[in-house]
């Protein structure tokens, strides 16, 4: 590959946009740090993340066409979307107007629907970072690199406590194992910091959210923005 340019990077490692070498294609490709590379839990986690995605054929979900390691780095290379996140349209602009966020939540729902129905996969990390979506409204889920399959016995499942705080369902939180609900209930916190800005549940630290997802009820939506009674 020709990297052409960084598209994000994180604690674990970049994603850059680069031409494929044989084909007239631009991919994306997530390479991670050595350190993370070398640590045996996230090679597995990265392997589990490629072997899930291979499978999944829906216009909704990120493509994978690739993997491999370079130089004591492992890399993955996928669909390239040329667009945003919801994470990244949010902090730009603020709750988000309904003909965008409709249709956003439902084909990402129509994704997470087709991978629990066809091959028993949770993401487990649904939130607006990882949903992708194209200047013209098509919609990726992406980032599947803490998906539990229902029915492999060598996943992650009771006592584990994974995912995302702020967008964490309450069994995720007790570390049980979850299905296709704990997906439901992230997507519905993505619904509702869409179109208010803010999400249901918030604190100082990871714990004071992830127990107030036990304990207390989120603020009507309505309250905080001009939205219909049915939505």
């Known amino acids: 590959y020709r990297v052409i340019r960084l598209i994000g990077s994180g604690g674990m490692g970049e994603v850059y946009l680069v ?9 994306a490709v997530k390479l991670l740090n050595a350190a993370v ?22 216009p909704n979900v990120i493509t994978i066409y690739d993997r491999g390691e370079y130089d004591g780095r492992l890399w993955l290379a996928m669909e390239y979307i040329d667009g945003s996140d919801a994470a990244q349209m949010l902090a730009q602009h603020g ?11 439902e084909k990402a729902g129509a994704a997470l629907d087709y991978a629990y129905a066809q091959y028993q996969i949770t993401h487990r990390d649904v939130k607006p970072a990882n949903l992708l979506v194209t200047d013209d409204g098509h919609v990726r889920v992406a980032d599947f690199g803490l998906a539990f399959r229902q029915d492999d016995p060598t996943m992650t499942a009771d006592g584990a ?9 309450p069994e995720q ?15 519905g916190v993505t619904l509702y910091e869409a ?6 549940f918030d604190g100082d630290t990871h714990f ?9 009820v989120a603020r009507p939506a309505r309250e905080l923005a001009h939205i219909p009674a049915a939505l």
């Open 19 to 27: 031409q494929h070498p044989r084909l007239p294609r631009r991919d």
């Open 37 to 58: 590379s070398g640590d045996e839990k996230f090679r597995a986690r990265f392997d589990q993340e490629a072997s899930l995605l291979a499978g999944l054929r829906h």
């Open 95 to 105: 709750p988000l107007p309904l003909d965008l966020v409709i249709p956003v939540i």
């Open 161 to 169: 406590i994974l995912g995302t705080p702020r967008y964490m369902s």
């Open 173 to 187: 939180v007790r570390g049980k194992q979850v299905d296709h609900r704990t997906d439901l209930y992230s997507l």
């Open 195 to 200: 179109v208010t800005g803010r999400t249901p």
């Open 208 to 216: 004071e959210i992830m127990r107030k997802h036990l304990t207390d």
